[in-house]
């Protein structure tokens, strides 16, 4: 079983940074693979980040790529989301997820995720 809290969101200007953070609960998280989604209001959740069970380098849309970073820190039970030259598009509310299964590759369909945080919200001013 993984339990997830995120922390780290606020308020920021255009072209700033962010560093959210995902503190897990359980004895097996550095076995699953995990991901980083958002949801704006009106729209979908959608993945913005996800990184193997066995970490190295991450999965980033198009939308993301370049700007946002997903590592992991084993011994700390933490998973990080640095979000750089943010625009006011990445205003939403993120949220951070386990695979259903350990040992697997990164996912980027959000039913593969069977744990989740509560969110916070990231706002981007103009």
């Known amino acids: 079983q993984v339990q997830l809290v995120e922390s780290g969101g606020g308020l920021v200007q255009a072209g700033g940074s962010l560093r959210l953070s995902c503190a897990a609960s359980?004895?097996?998280?550095?076995?699953?693979?995990m991901g980083w989604f958002r949801q704006a209001p009106g729209k979908e959740r959608e993945l913005v980040a996800a990184i193997n069970w066995s970490g190295g380098n991450g999965y980033y849309p198009d939308s993301v790529k370049g700007r946002f970073t997903i590592s992991r820190d084993n011994a700390k039970n933490t998973v990080y989301l640095q979000m750089n030259s943010l625009k006011p598009e990445d205003t939403a509310v993120y949220y951070c997820?386990?695979?259903?299964?350990?040992?697997?590759?990164?996912?980027?369909?959000?039913?593969?995720?069977?744990?989740w945080g509560q969110g916070t919200q990231v706002t981007v001013s103009s």
């Open positions: 997820a386990a695979d259903q299964y350990p040992y697997r590759n990164y996912k980027v369909d959000l039913l593969s995720y069977g744990y």
């Open positions: 359980g004895r097996t998280f550095s076995s699953y693979a």
